[in-house]
């Protein structure tokens, strides 16, 4: 199994451009979730699904659009970038109703 | 709503010392917990978990935790220190519902040889 793979790894974008942040799992979860990484701020959830089709917002969503049309991949859409965009990105997954979340390699974005 | 609290930013300790990262949570009910580790410019990389049964957890690298339900805390533990353990700690918590997994702010530490 591959895992949780992220795609692209680096990515630098000029302040309005959007973008899609890619997200895949072969592992059949059915739980996904977006988080960005901020020093000092831990990771803070952007939206989750709990299946193909169902999405929800988490803790930080404003500016990002998610949507799930299959259980193996759950893109992450900016839809204007903002400087405050600029963030170390990681997707995650997990079996519903299990318990380890398991985490890509992360995606690392600039807006300028 | 499930909330962590990692109260130290850094911990520094000596090669071969026991050391300790902290982690106290809230949760309604009976929580999830885990603790996850990041090197420098890696992903997250699972440690443990508690889930239910005995209070002592272990997990790779020779590191254990400790559930404390009265103190509503989970502290991180290993009995000596490898300069090789130096990294970001997480700790995170989620209630037994199919919830979002709730991270702490993360604690770094150094291991000093």
């Known amino acids: 199994n591959a895992g949780v793979t992220q795609t692209p790894k680096f990515q630098v974008l000029k302040t309005g451009q959007s973008m899609t942040l890619q997200c895949a799992q072969d592992m059949n979860h059915e739980y996904m979730s977006w988080y960005r990484q901020d020093p000092g701020m831990g990771l803070r959830l952007i939206h989750y699904?709990?299946?193909?089709?169902?999405?929800d917002q988490g803790e930080v969503p404003n500016g990002y659009n998610v949507s799930r049309s299959t259980t193996e991949d759950f893109p992450l859409r900016l839809l204007s970038a903002a400087p405050s965009q600029t963030s170390v990105y990681f997707c995650?997954?997990?079996?519903?109703?299990?318990?380890?979340?398991?985490f890509g390699p992360g995606t690392r974005l600039t807006v300028l | 709503a499930q909330s962590v609290a990692q109260p130290e930013d850094q911990v520094n300790v000596a090669e071969g010392n026991p050391l300790t990262v902290k982690c106290t949570y809230s949760?309604?009910?009976?929580?999830?917990l885990f603790w996850y580790v990041q090197y420098p410019n890696r992903g997250l990389q699972f440690l443990l978990k508690?889930?239910?049964?005995?209070?002592l957890v272990k997990g790779s690298y020779g590191f254990e935790a400790e559930f404390n339900k009265s103190q509503t805390s989970f502290h991180l533990k290993k009995p000596s220190a490898l300069v090789s353990d130096s990294a970001l700690y997480f700790c995170a918590v989620r209630d037994t519902r199919n919830t979002p997994l709730v991270f702490g702010k993360g604690t770094r530490l150094s291991v000093i040889a």
């Open positions: 699904s709990v299946g193909a089709g169902i999405t």
């Open positions: 995650a997954s997990r079996v519903s109703a299990g318990d380890t979340q398991y």
């Open positions: 949760v309604s009910g009976n929580p999830y």
């Open positions: 508690y889930i239910t049964g005995d209070n």
